[in-house]
């Protein structure tokens, strides 16, 4: 692989131009055109637009939004977002590997249809496993809310110990909130 000047303005190394990544019964593939109508219906719920920075109300030109912003992100270097998939066909919801100076968070949201089948939960553990093998990362890390029990209950249930950190606070769609930071550490 040859360098380029593109990859010098980022701190860290391009992701793959495609990721599609298996396991757990769950293909973690790419966004793609074909998939903007089933955002909305993903996206455009309280409880993501609560405990999540994503837009809200979510139609069609958030979709167009979100996915233009997956893509440069990606060609930035700073994060890839995956759509959740059983067979690499209609999404379910999202992943999402953030690189940051603090470290590699991940993230995911699940639409309200799709709930209740460990989505998201098998998808941390897929993508921590790319962050570990793939990327070298020693540790990952979510930060979540600690009223938000659901996120809570997949960072237990997938290995994630509270971290002895400061809260991150902050103020988000008009909302204060205090993040706590979990973390998972390479095998």
């Keep these: 692989m040859s360098s380029s000047a593109d990859t010098s303005a980022s701190p860290h190394p391009a992701f793959p131009d495609r990721v599609e990544l298996t396991g757990e019964g769950l293909v973690l593939r790419d966004w793609t055109e074909e998939d903007l109508a089933a955002m909305p219906e993903l996206f455009d719920h309280p409880d993501i637009a609560h405990w999540t ?58 639409g309200p249809a799709h709930r209740g089948q460990g989505l998201a939960g098998r998808a941390v553990r897929v993508m921590a496993a790319y962050a570990f093998g793939e990327l070298g990362v020693e540790r990952v890390t979510l930060e979540l809310e600690p009223e ?16 002895g950190v400061p809260l991150i606070e902050g103020v988000q769609k008009g909302r204060p909130y205090a993040l706590q930071t979990w973390g998972l550490d390479r095998p």
Excluded: C, H, W
């Design 148 to 163: 938000n029990a659901a996120s809570v209950a997949v960072a237990t249930a997938t290995g994630f110990r509270l971290l």
């Design 53 to 110: 920075p994503i837009v809200s109300p979510f139609d069609a030109g958030a979709a167009r939004d979100r996915l233009a912003k997956a893509r440069q992100l990606r060609a930035d270097g700073t994060a890839v977002l995956l759509a959740i998939t059983l067979d690499g066909g209609a999404p379910l919801g999202e992943v999402m590997l953030r690189r940051a100076p603090e470290g590699t968070e991940l993230g995911y949201a699940v």
